[in-house]
C-alpha cells in the first residue's frame, strides 16, 4: 500500500475506517470558495450507480486540483461516495427533521440499497471501485420515526440514517459491506491501495 496518502472526506468514520487499514493520511478538504454540495446535483433519470460513480469522480477531480492549487506534496488522493436508494430512487442527505422522517418512513419495512463508490488517484492513474450492500429495516412505528429523526443522527446522513449509530436497532438484516455502509468499504479500498502500489502509486 502507498505509505501515504490524503483522504478527501470530511466524514470521521471514512477517516477512522482508513486508520483501521494502516495507511498515514491528512484531510483534504474543500476550502470556503468551493461549492461542494453542488458536486452531489442529481441529473435527470440518472441510475444510482451511475450517480455514486459520477459524484465521487467528480469529488477526486475538485481534491486533485485542490491539492495542486495549495502546493502540497505530491501523493495519491482517495475520496468515497455513500448513496442510498430504494429501487431507483435516491434519497440523498435530509434537509430536515421533517424530511428525514419521510425518507425513514419509505425505508420501514423495506430493503434498499447503500451504494459507496471509491477511487484514488496519483498523477494520471485512476483506480476506482464499487460496493453495494443491501439493507432490510424493520418496520417501524411512527415514534420512533419522529424519535429518531427528532435526535438529529439523520441530518447529513444518505438515506437519514446512520447504521454505527442508534439507527443499528432497526436492521433487521444486511447483505454486503457493513463498512461500506459506514462509507468506506474496507475490502475495496484496501484492493485499491494495493493495486496502487503494484502501479507504481508509491510515495
Known amino acids: 500500500m ?25 484531510l483534504l478538504l474543500a476550502g470556503a470558495d468551493e461549492d461542494a454540495e453542488a458536486l452531489e446535483a442529481l441529473l435527470p433519470n ?36 455513500t448513496t442510498v436508494a430504494l429501487g431507483r430512487t435516491i434519497l440523498g ?27 484514488l488517484q496519483h498523477g494520471r492513474r485512476r483506480h476506482a471501485a464499487l ?15 419522529a424519535a429518531y429523526a427528532a435526535s438529529g443522527e439523520p441530518l447529513g446522513k444518505a438515506g437519514a440514517y446512520a447504521i454505527q449509530g442508534a439507527a443499528a436497532a432497526f436492521v433487521e438484516h444486511i447483505s454486503g459491506s457493513y463498512s461500506g455502509i459506514m462509507g468506506l468499504p474496507m475490502f475495496e ?7 496502487a502500489r503494484l502501479a507504481g502509486f508509491n510515495t
Do not use: W
Not at 505509505?3 to 466524514?11: G, P, R, V
Not at 479500498?189 to 493495486?195: E, F, G, H, S, V
Open 131 to 145: 460496493s453495494v450492500s443491501r439493507v432490510r429495516f424493520a418496520t417501524l412505528t411512527k415514534k420512533q420515526i
Open 46 to 81: 440518472e441510475s444510482p450507480t451511475a450517480y455514486v460513480q459520477r459524484v465521487t469522480a467528480l469529488k477526486l477531480d475538485a481534491a486533485v486540483a485542490r491539492r495542486k492549487r495549495n502546493g502540497l506534496a505530491d501523493a495519491p488522493v482517495l475520496c468515497a461516495d
Open 2 to 26: 502507498p505509505d501515504f496518502i490524503y483522504l478527501a472526506s470530511q466524514s470521521p468514520r471514512r477517516a477512522q475506517l482508513l486508520g483501521q487499514l494502516g495507511v498515514r493520511h491528512e
Open 93 to 119: 442527505k435530509p434537509e430536515d427533521a421533517r424530511d428525514a422522517e419521510r425518507m425513514l418512513a419509505h425505508l420501514s419495512g423495506a430493503t434498499h440499497r447503500v451504494l459507496t463508490a471509491v477511487a
Open 189 to 195: 479500498t484496501a484492493q485499491l491501495l494495493r493495486d
